[in-house]
C-alpha cells in the first residue's frame, strides 16, 4: 500500500513537479525560519561587540583626557604660582636701599600672629651664616617692616613695627613733625607718641624713618596718619597710624645691611706698603740746606755774616 503511494505520487511529481515544488518552498520557509533568528542574534551580538569596544576606547580615551587635563591644571598652577614669585621677587628688586647700604632677600619660612602671641613676630630663612645680625632692618617694597630680634643659624626672628614693644623715631614728610612711632599689638595699627599740640601735622601723612637711632637708614616708610585728635588735658596730640604693609600677605621680604668699608689699595706686588714717611726734624733740615749749599755755583751762594767778637757792642 505504502509502495502503491509512494510510486503514484513519484509518478504524479515526474508529471507536475508539485512536490518538489513543496518541498523547496518548505525548506526554504524552515531555513528561514532557523536562520533568521540566529543572524538577528548575531548582529545583535556583533553590535554589542562593536559598541563595547567603542565604550571602551571612549572611556580609556576620557581617561587619558582627564590624567592630561589634571597635569596641564597642575603645569598651570605652578606657572602662576612661579609668575607670582617672579612679580614679587621683582618688586623686591625695586627698593632702593639707601646710599651704603646692601639688600638681600629672604622667604618667610613661618608666622607668630593674633591676639594670643605674646610678639608680633615672624621667622626668615637666612641667618648669622648668611650674614644676619640682630636689628637688621626688614623691609617691603611699601616699606619698613621691623628689625630681626634674634637670629640662628640658618634663620632669624623678625619682630614687626606693631609690636607692643617696638619704639622707632620717626618724621612726618610733609609738616616735618617728630616723634616716637610705637606699635599697639596685633589689630591696633600703631601710635605716634610725644607730639606736641602746636604740631601741624595731618591726616593721610607718611611717616618715615629719621636714623637717629642708629638701627634704621633715613627715609624708610613706616607708616600712614590715620587720626590726629586733642584727648582731655594731655600735652600731646592723639596721633594714630596703620602701617603700610600688610602682615597676613607676607611671603618674601629683603634685608638691608651696612656695606663694609673698601678696602685700601695694595701695591702691584701684592706687598703693602711699608715706606710711611716721618717728618723731619731739626737735624735732617739742617743737613739738607748745608748739602744744598755745596751744590750751588759759588755767585749763586749768599754772603755770610761777619761773627761778633765778645768785646763788640759793649
Partial sequence: MVLFVYLGLFTWNIRTG?????????????????????????????EFWERYVYFVGIRQENETLRAELARAQDELVRTRE???????????????????????????????????AALETFVIDKGSRGGVDVNTPVVTPEGLVGRVLRNSLSASTVIMVTDPNSKIPVVSQKSRTQGILAGRGPGQGMIL????????????????????????????????????????????????????????????VALLRKAPPPKPEEPE??????????????????????????????????????????????
Fill in 18 to 46: 508539485y512536490v518538489d515544488n513543496l518541498a523547496s518552498h518548505t525548506g526554504l520557509e524552515l531555513t528561514r525560519w532557523v536562520l533568521t533568528p540566529g543572524r538577528w542574534a548575531w548582529s545583535r551580538l556583533s
Fill in 269 to 314: 706686588d701684592g706687598l703693602p706698603d711699608t715706606s710711611t714717611k716721618r717728618p723731619k726734624g731739626a737735624a735732617e733740615r739742617k743737613g739738607e740746606v748745608k748739602k744744598r749749599g755745596r751744590n750751588e755755583p759759588p755767585e749763586a751762594r749768599q754772603p755770610e755774616a761777619p761773627k761778633k767778637k765778645r768785646g763788640d757792642g759793649q
Fill in 193 to 252: 607718641q610725644y607730639v606736641s599740640l602746636s604740631a601741624p601735622i595731618e591726616d593721610g601723612e607718611t611717616l618715615v624713618t629719621t636714623g637717629l637711632e642708629g638701627i634704621f637708614p633715613q627715609g624708610l616708610p613706616v607708616a600712614r596718619v590715620s587720626l590726629v585728635s586733642r584727648e582731655g588735658a594731655s600735652l600731646f596730640l592723639n596721633v594714630q597710624a596703620q602701617p603700610l604693609f600688610d602682615a597676613s600677605r607676607l611671603e618674601e
Fill in 82 to 116: 612661579q609668575a607670582s614669585l617672579a612679580e614679587r621677587l621683582t618688586s623686591l628688586l625695586l627698593i632702593q636701599p639707601p646710599p651704603e647700604w646692601n639688600r638681600e632677600a629672604a622667604r618667610v619660612i613661618a608666622h607668630r600672629l593674633g591676639p594670643n
